[in-house]
């Protein structure tokens, strides 16, 4: 799937090397909240990120005006501080050799500078080269972490790469965690070997169920987003990044992350279900 915000890389920004918006301070946040929020088309016709968001943005957002349009639109407006963005973005952070696709969810400024945007929750979705099927049926839950965030910015946890914080929620074990089975070790794919590990409620689902819990609200469920480099031949060279998050507010309730080798594989492990469990 590719990614228009290259083209806005490429042409405006020399942004080949490192990007990394800065974090918003309490006067972008103030500003927010009078602000339109505008989500940006990604420009790849065959892309149903724009359908996806739009969807999730009517069901889940009601804290901001919002409107949709064009990737030529935003490079006339993202000077506009009073402005707020959701933008599709491919992202290369500080010590990290891969590039990320993130939503990047940030506040208009007045430098031509995507690093200056201050970063008001933006959410990584994937590896660059990743299925975007592969995300596409979290967005409600990603547009409910955004909406969380930028609500209770001193206390919500980023889902910021570079700066992961680990996150072990106690209110998970009183909720059903949801997985997929090919997003797991091979040691702990059924819900018998999971249980050896973490005696609390866990189901093996799929993603439509999953969609359908974050559609419905469920504040009794919680699933797992993972990033990864998804091919075996790229072992040793990536990361695994595990988040659970709440299907009901989008909330993150743990977090971890591992360097993928022949041991510790692209998936959920058993030490994460015992990290968990503690």
Same mark, same amino acid.
């Given at each position: 799937? =590719?990614?228009?915000?290259?083209?806005?890389?490429?042409?405006?920004?020399?942004?080949?090397?490192?990007?990394?918006?800065?974090?918003?301070? $309490?006067?972008?946040?103030?500003?927010?909240?009078?602000?339109?929020?505008?989500?940006?088309?990604?420009?790849?016709?065959?892309?149903?990120?724009?359908?996806?968001?739009?969807?999730?943005?009517?069901?889940?957002?009601?804290?901001?005006?919002?409107?949709?349009?064009?990737? +030529?639109?935003?490079?006339?407006?993202?000077?506009?501080?009073?402005?707020? &963005?959701?933008?599709?973005?491919?992202?290369?952070? $500080?010590?990290?050799?891969?590039?990320? /696709?993130?939503?990047?969810?940030?506040?208009?400024?007045? $430098?031509?500078?995507?690093?200056?945007?201050?970063?008001? !929750?933006?959410?990584?979705? !994937?590896?660059? +080269?990743?299925?975007?099927?592969?995300?596409?049926?979290?967005?409600?839950? &990603?547009?409910?972490?955004?909406?969380?965030?930028?609500?209770?910015?001193?206390?919500?946890?980023?889902?910021?790469? #570079?700066?992961?914080?680990? /996150?072990?929620?106690?209110?998970? =074990?009183?909720?059903?965690?949801?997985?997929?089975?090919?997003?797991? !070790?091979?040691?702990?794919?059924?819900?018998?070997?999971?249980?050896?590990?973490?005696?609390?409620?866990?189901?093996?689902?799929?993603?439509?169920?999953?969609?359908?819990?974050?559609?419905?609200?469920?504040?009794?469920?919680? &699933?797992?987003?993972?990033?990864?480099?998804?091919?075996?031949?790229?072992?040793?060279?990536?990361?695994?990044?595990? &988040?659970?998050?709440? #299907?009901?507010?989008?909330?993150?309730?743990?977090?971890?992350?591992?360097?993928?080798?022949?041991?510790?594989?692209?998936?959920?492990? /058993? +030490?994460?279900?015992?990290?968990?469990?503690?």
């Amino acid at each position: 799937m =590719k990614k228009s915000f290259i083209l806005l890389v490429l042409t405006l920004l020399v942004f080949e090397s490192i990007a990394q918006v800065r974090p918003a301070r $309490k006067k972008h946040f103030d500003k927010f909240y009078k602000s339109t929020t505008y989500i940006v088309e990604d420009r790849d016709p065959f892309s149903k990120f724009n359908q996806h968001l739009k969807e999730a943005m009517e069901q889940h957002w009601t804290i901001t005006p919002f409107e949709v349009i064009s990737f +030529d639109d935003f490079h006339r407006l993202r000077t506009n501080e009073d402005a707020s &963005f959701m933008v599709l973005a491919d992202i290369k952070q $500080k010590n990290l050799d891969e590039v990320y /696709v993130f939503i990047n969810f940030v506040m208009g400024d007045k $430098k031509r500078d995507f690093e200056s945007m201050p970063d008001l !929750a933006s959410v990584p979705l !994937a590896y660059r +080269d990743a299925d975007d099927y592969d995300y596409l049926y979290k967005m409600g839950a &990603f547009v409910k972490f955004m909406q969380t965030h930028v609500s209770k910015s001193d206390d919500t946890p980023r889902m910021r790469l #570079a700066r992961i914080m680990n /996150v072990n929620d106690d209110r998970l =074990k009183q909720m059903e965690l949801w997985l997929l089975e090919n997003e797991l !070790a091979p040691e702990v794919r059924t819900e018998e070997t999971i249980r050896r590990h973490y005696p609390y409620t866990v189901k093996i689902v799929t993603p439509e169920q999953i969609n359908e819990a974050i559609a419905q609200d469920r504040d009794d469920v919680a &699933f797992l987003h993972k990033l990864g480099p998804e091919d075996a031949t790229r072992l040793g060279r990536g990361k695994c990044w595990k &988040f659970i998050i709440s #299907a009901g507010d989008g909330s993150v309730l743990y977090s971890s992350s591992h360097d993928v080798d022949k041991a510790n594989p692209d998936a959920f492990l /058993v +030490d994460d279900f015992k990290d968990i469990a503690k």
